[in-house]
């Protein structure tokens, strides 16, 4: 199993950044996806999430009509559209796949990429 997170990097205040995330090792359809984030010195949060077949989003309080995740079974993709970023957006932000089976649940981690946004 594998999530390899991209995108990250530095950016202004007020500016954007995509994350892409692209699974191998599982059935991807099947599963939540989701990026969080954490910040230095704080718990980890959730950023968004997405419902296997795509047709339900939630986002975090902070991440309202300021990020869009959305994905694409077909190529075991999903993505992160960051918008008008501000300082605390700063954080290592991790994909996460995880699915409630009949017997067990599958929770899976990327190694998370690092997005800085400073003026």
């Known amino acids: 199993v594998q999530l390899v997170e991209s995108g990250g990097g530095l950016v202004q205040p007020g500016g954007s950044l995509r994350l892409s995330c692209v699974a191998s090792?599982?059935?991807?359809?099947?599963?939540?996806m989701s990026w969080y984030r954490q910040a230095p010195g704080k718990e980890r949060e959730l950023v968004a999430a997405?419902?296997?077949?795509?047709?339900?989003?939630n986002y975090g309080d902070s991440m309202k009509g300021r990020f869009t995740i959305s994905r694409d079974n077909a190529k075991n993709t999903v993505n992160l559209q960051m918008n008008s970023l501000k300082p605390e957006d700063t954080a290592v932000y991790y994909c996460?796949?995880?699915?409630?089976?009949?017997?067990?649940?599958?929770?899976?981690w990327g190694q998370g990429t690092q997005v800085t946004v400073t003026s």
């Open positions: 090792g599982f059935t991807f359809s099947r599963y939540v």
């Open positions: 996460n796949a995880f699915w409630l089976g009949p017997e067990d649940e599958y929770d899976y």
């Open positions: 997405i419902t296997p077949a795509g047709g339900t989003a």
